[in-house]
């Protein structure tokens, strides 16, 4: 065969927040789709599972296989951009941050983006990752195609005209349906966006917050725990110029003081639990109004580099601020020590058979855990409130819930299966936690 592989000392992975790890009898490391077809039909020969593998930036063990992980370090190109139509094909691998870079140099955007931009375009778009927006959906929403090696090698281009269904399951398929090497978005030509963000009471904020998510494009919020505090965040078009923060500022307040110094602060509060409320409440006090006008990108990314874990939840909207002001009584009453802020965004309702907005519009709880601080009260606790409000968990992200929850809360979900039955009657892409949301 002519993919490459690793060595045996190499063929263990971790994920990006170091809880979900793997050892593989083999590690590919394709250069064209040929040679991922190559790669599955010799797993599917000799019995073994397959399994792709971005950034790693999952909390779930979607991408943990003890038989043959493709990793897509070498198939992150950009193939393509049309301007007249706005479609632009880049490779499976290639990550957010790098097609934002090739995009702005080709004067065009993605329409919204999360707000970390580590991932790989098919990890991205496999576990439905988002941001926020009063009209502007998931990465997922902005795929008009997709190159995609199903189990038995073959390679298919499909879209919403040519193989819709397959199109339909694969966008967001946490890795179940093949292995995506390339993914044509929907783009529009750059623009700038203003930010504004500010700190708000948390009352303010829950009290005004359909007004606040309906004039702005883009809101989102973060509380801190224990305090009556929370960071908002407000973007919206401008028509420029341009007013992007100093480099200075950008460094100490978006790499030092928000990743370096809030490590610093957590890894206090792991040592010392009894004294989060206390540091949580000075944090918020320290915080300050700021207002810029950049690139789009660069307004809806921040980067982060203090580990942690994660779990989000994706509510009908107006269940948001009761689940959150239960999510406020339950810290309290269980006499929690939590020291990452509740984040809070909002989607628009859409039509991916998978998407956590399908059919109607969403505001996302999402809940975190430092590193090294043991999540499972907090997220157990949490999760019994977002399921009492119809959620449905982030794809990548952790949960507890299995297929009858997902066969429940999906109306495509047998659409889904559907297709993964005809492509995959082998399970070829399944593991375990494949197992236990779609079944066997």
């Not at 190559?38 to 943990?64: I, M, N, Q, W, Y």
């Not at 690139?295 to 994706?314: G, H, I, Q």
């Amino acid at each position: 065969m002519s993919t490459s592989t690793t060595a045996p000392a190499t063929r263990t992975w971790s994920n990006w927040a170091g809880n979900q790890q793997a050892r593989m009898q083999r590690v590919a490391t394709p250069s064209s789709p040929q040679e991922v077809a190559e790669t599955v039909r010799d797993a599917a020969a000799r019995g073994l599972t397959v399994k792709p593998v971005g950034s790693g930036h999952s909390f779930t063990p979607a991408a943990v296989t003890d038989g043959v992980q493709i990793r897509l370090v070498n198939l992150g190109r950009l193939r393509g951009a049309d301007h007249a139509t706005g479609l632009v094909t880049a490779e499976a691998g290639m990550p957010l941050w790098r097609l934002n870079e090739l995009l702005a140099e080709q004067g065009l955007a993605l329409t919204n983006m999360g707000d970390i931009q580590a991932q790989t375009v098919s990890g991205a778009i496999g576990t439905g990752t988002h941001g926020t927006g009063r009209s502007s959906a998931s990465i997922a929403a902005q795929v008009a195609g997709l190159e995609v090696v199903l189990a038995d090698g073959s390679i298919v281009a499909c879209n919403a005209l040519s193989h819709p269904d397959l199109f339909e399951a694969a966008r967001i398929s946490v890795g179940t349906i093949g292995v995506i090497t390339a993914v044509t978005f929907r783009t529009e030509p750059s623009f700038l966006l203003e930010a504004r963000e500010e700190p708000m009471r948390v009352d303010e904020v829950l009290d005004r917050f359909d007004e606040l998510r309906t004039e702005n494009e883009h809101f989102e919020f973060f509380w801190f725990p224990h305090t009556s505090m929370t960071t908002t965040k407000r973007n919206n078009r401008s028509a420029g110029p341009a007013r992007p923060l100093s480099r200075r500022r950008e460094w100490l307040e978006d790499e030092f003081l928000s990743n370096t110094v809030f490590s610093g602060i957590c890894r206090v509060g792991r040592a010392a639990p009894r004294a989060i409320p206390a540091i949580n409440k000075l944090s918020s006090k320290a915080l300050s109004a700021r207002s810029y006008v950049d690139r789009s990108d660069r307004v809806f990314t921040s980067p982060r580099t203090f580990k942690f874990l994660e779990m989000e939840y994706a509510l009908p909207v107006e269940a948001a601020v009761p689940a959150l002001r239960e999510v406020k009584r339950m810290i309290d009453r269980e006499n929690l020590r939590i020291s990452v802020p509740v984040e809070v965004r909002c989607a628009p309702a859409d039509d991916l058979w998978l998407s956590t907005s399908h059919g109607r519009d969403t505001a996302y709880l999402a809940f975190h855990m430092f590193q090294g601080m043991d999540q499972t009260r907090y997220f157990d606790e949490a999760e019994e409130i977002m399921l009492a409000h119809d959620g449905r968990p982030h794809w990548g992200k952790l949960h507890t819930r299995e297929h009858d929850y997902f066969a429940a809360a999906y109306p495509r979900f047998a659409d889904f299966l559907a297709v993964r039955e005809k492509t995959d009657p082998d399970r070829v892409f399944a593991n375990n936690y494949t197992r236990r949301i779609f079944g066997p």
